[in-house]
């Protein structure tokens, strides 16, 4: 049996070649900002340290493992709002065609009863054995 590539998919290469590119261009923009960013477990093991230059702004329990942002005493510059405000807009649009494409490719693919009737199973396994959060 050989593989051969899937038309829908390959149909939509050069837009998710671009959209990849576009969010490396968003990453990269990052460098030599006014912030930075540390990890929970690093702020840590420094945590001899006192960081007098930036001021820590506290990270919610539920979201544990994003890093912690780090800004200066006076708050971010006009320029640097700006340019976030942008970087986030781009990053929203590119999200949208990600989901978009997605979602065509998922629209298109052919899915048979059998497979229907397992995903439902599944939802319902996965929604019976996850444990409750207790709050």
């Not at 929970?40 to 420094?46: D, G, K, P, T, V």
């Not at 320029?79 to 807009?89: A, I, M, S, Y």
Request: charge should be positive.
């Amino acid at each position: 049996m050989s593989t051969r590539q899937r038309s829908d998919i390959q149909m939509n290469l050069p837009a998710l070649r671009k959209l990849n590119r576009m969010l490396i261009d968003l990453l990269e923009s990052f460098q030599g900002t006014e912030f930075c960013y540390m990890e929970q477990w690093h702020r840590s093991m420094n945590s001899s340290r006192t960081v007098s230059f930036r001021k820590v702004v506290p990270r919610q329990d539920e979201k544990w493992w994003l890093p912690i942002p780090y800004i200066p005493p006076g708050g971010l510059s006009e320029h640097c709002r700006k340019h976030l405000k942008h970087q986030r807009d781009c990053a929203n649009q590119i999200h949208k065609a990600a989901m978009a494409i997605n979602a065509n490719i998922l629209n298109e693919m052919a899915i048979t009863a059998l497979e229907d009737d397992i995903l439902v199973l599944m939802c319902i396994f996965f929604v019976l054995c996850t444990p409750k959060a207790s709050y």
